[in-house]
């Protein structure tokens, strides 16, 4: 049986279109340093008459990484078709089963039923990661019935993760990011707000938007700090000089570990205090698992961690 994949191996994910000439240099040649993972895109990133020129340069690649070998030396690839038809017709290109799975655009109720037929005939060891980006996406109303539709067992144990379309939502509100602004400066910050509050207690992890700006990062970093702070576990980037940013942003603080590791061990009082805050196992669980897994991919940034032994609080902070 295919081991889970844990969507922390994402990182940061980097979109490229699909005629890029150099596909097989970033997948296999480590052309890109400490790329984790890797989008070939067939949809917004091409014309129209771009498309055959895409599919066949695909075709290509796939005959390079056929059979599917060394996966765990290269980044994980997903492939986003145009639509659903599309999708089914890339499901019989030679070697397909040599990627890790695909990104489903466009993904709501109303498109709901045509994606799950091509999960249901997809490769049984892909992953799905379904593109929240369409006006109904605004609704919260109806994101709690996609969120419904998604516990059906024949998808749900498929889906990595969720991506939140940031410029496609922006659109629908006529809106485009600011270079000078983060994300949760304008409305979508309510909107990846929202999709959280929903969609993780539903049992979905999220992705963030792009920043589209990667000239100067100091206003990336600042939005992936908020994307953390929402749950948010990696983000999209459409320059290889992004990918550095969100990765070191990614290392865990070395006192959120250790406040973690005691978290979780089971010999640990109820409720006591560390580096002066109160840890309480029973609500802070969930934290402590994430802190855990994401140390495991990208490591600790390195601080002084007290050795003073953690204390039974014998009242919570009046």
């Not at 593109?131 to 109904?136: D, H, K, P, V």
């Not at 309510?190 to 207690?201: E, G, I």
């Not at 990918?243 to 006591?272: G, N, T, W």
Request: glycine content about 4%; overall charge negative; some cysteine.
């Amino acid at each position: 049986m295919t081991p889970t994949l844990s969507p922390y191996r994402l990182g940061a994910t980097l979109y490229m279109p699909a005629t890029r000439p150099d596909l097989l240099d970033v997948i296999l040649h480590q052309k890109i340093a400490d790329l984790r993972s890797m989008v070939i895109c067939l949809e917004d990133s091409l014309r129209e008459d771009e498309v055959i020129a895409g599919l066949d340069n695909l075709q290509q690649c796939l005959h390079e990484l056929h059979p599917p070998n060394e996966r765990d030396s290269r980044p994980l690839v997903f492939i986003r078709p145009r639509h659903p038809r599309m999708a089914h017709d890339i499901l019989t290109l030679d070697g397909i089963d040599s990627i890790d799975g695909l990104v489903l655009p466009k993904f709501d109720n109303h498109s709901f039923a045509d994606w799950y037929s091509v999960v249901q005939n997809a490769p049984p060891h892909w992953m799905f990661m379904p593109t929240l980006e369409t006006a109904q996406v605004l609704d919260e109303r109806a994101v709690r019935q996609l969120c419904e539709q998604l516990q059906h067992e024949g998808i749900k144990s498929r889906i990595l993760a969720l991506r939140i379309g940031g410029n496609d939502l922006l659109s629908c509100l006529r809106l485009r990011t600011h270079h000078a602004h983060t994300l949760y400066d304008g409305p979508l910050g309510h909107v990846v707000a929202m999709l959280v509050t929903h969609c993780v207690p539903a049992g979905f992890n999220l992705t963030a938007p792009v920043f589209e700006y990667f000239q100067d990062h100091s206003v990336l970093q600042a939005e992936f700090q908020r994307d953390l702070l929402h749950g948010l576990v990696g983000k999209t980037v459409i320059h290889p000089s992004q990918i550095a940013v969100i990765q070191q942003a990614l290392k865990v603080d070395s006192r959120d570990y250790e406040a973690a590791r005691r978290i979780l061990d089971d010999s640990m009082p109820a409720v006591f205090q560390f580096n002066g805050a109160m840890c309480e196992p029973a609500t802070h669980h969930h934290w402590a698992v994430q802190i855990m897994e994401r140390a495991t991919y990208f490591g600790c940034h390195l601080h002084t961690v007290s050795n003073v032994q953690p204390h039974i609080c014998p009242v919570i902070f009046p």
